[in-house]
């Protein structure tokens, strides 16, 4: 999985998500889930490594199942019945299909792109996507400079604690600070800005230090994401459970 491109990487997760969000059933997700564990399984991936760095998913998820499972409209056999909740044979099935798709959707996203390298993500965008250089060489230098930006938080934060600036209603303080980033943040991105001026940033042709690749493997993972969103639609209308999203 390391060596997909990371484009290639992108697109598949497109071709598997969007035609997946045409139904809402159980029986694609459930479908779609599966095939993914076993191709992330084939490629490499750790499943129980995954399922440990995406376990905010599954706490989060079944929040989205009860939501529709108390609001969907009513259909169907009735189950239970409260004031504005209503538990029919529909807001169960509703709720399932969310629970699933909300997994689906977001574990391969979670797989896909986890530990992958911004550069690498950068090169394939200019050389192989064809995007322009200077969106992508500023995206890449705003994502570098995200994590210098939270130690200038965490160095901001033990300033103010020293100076005796912290002891007031905790919500004033994260608003002082927030401006204050918002402030460093802009200067240092007309900092950097104007050094990529200097040097020649995206005015002309340029060369790569890394040659972005696109190989045989890259054209199957793509061919890979289609397939999976095919084959569970497939199955959902061969169970009779495909509905149209909003129908």
Not at 27 to 44: C, H, T
Not at 146 to 163: D, I, K, P, S
Request: proline letters at 3%.
């Amino acid at each position: 999985m390391a060596s997909v491109n990371p484009l290639a990487r992108l697109l598949a997760l497109a071709l598997l998500s969007t035609p997946l969000m045409a139904s809402v059933d159980w029986v694609s997700a459930l479908v779609a889930l599966v095939l993914e564990l076993l191709v992330l399984w084939a490629a490499g991936v750790n499943l129980w490594y995954l399922l440990k760095r995406t376990w905010f998913l599954f706490l989060l998820a079944p929040f989205t199942a009860v939501t529709i499972l108390f609001y969907a409209h009513p259909a169907g056999q009735t189950y239970w019945h409260w004031g504005l909740i209503h538990i029919s044979e529909n807001s169960v099935q509703l709720a399932l299909a969310s629970l699933l798709r909300v997994v689906t959707l977001a574990l391969p996203a979670v797989a896909l792109f986890l530990h992958t390298d911004p550069t690498r993500v950068a090169d394939a965008m200019a050389q192989n996507g064809g995007l322009p250089t200077r969106f992508v060489l500023a995206s890449l230098a705003a994502v570098r400079m995200t994590g210098q930006l939270m130690n200038e938080w965490r160095v901001m934060e033990l300033a103010r604690r020293a100076r005796g600036l912290a002891d007031g209603n905790r919500f004033k303080r994260f608003g002082q600070m927030t401006f204050a980033m918002l402030v460093i943040a802009l200067r240092r991105g007309a900092d950097l800005s104007t050094a990529m001026i200097a040097r020649g940033f995206g005015t002309g042709e340029r060369s790569w230090a890394r040659p972005s690749l696109w190989r045989a493997r890259d054209w199957v993972a793509v061919f890979v994401g289609l397939a999976i969103s095919l084959l569970a639609l497939s199955a959902a209308v061969w169970a009779g459970t495909f509905r149209w999203f909003g129908g």
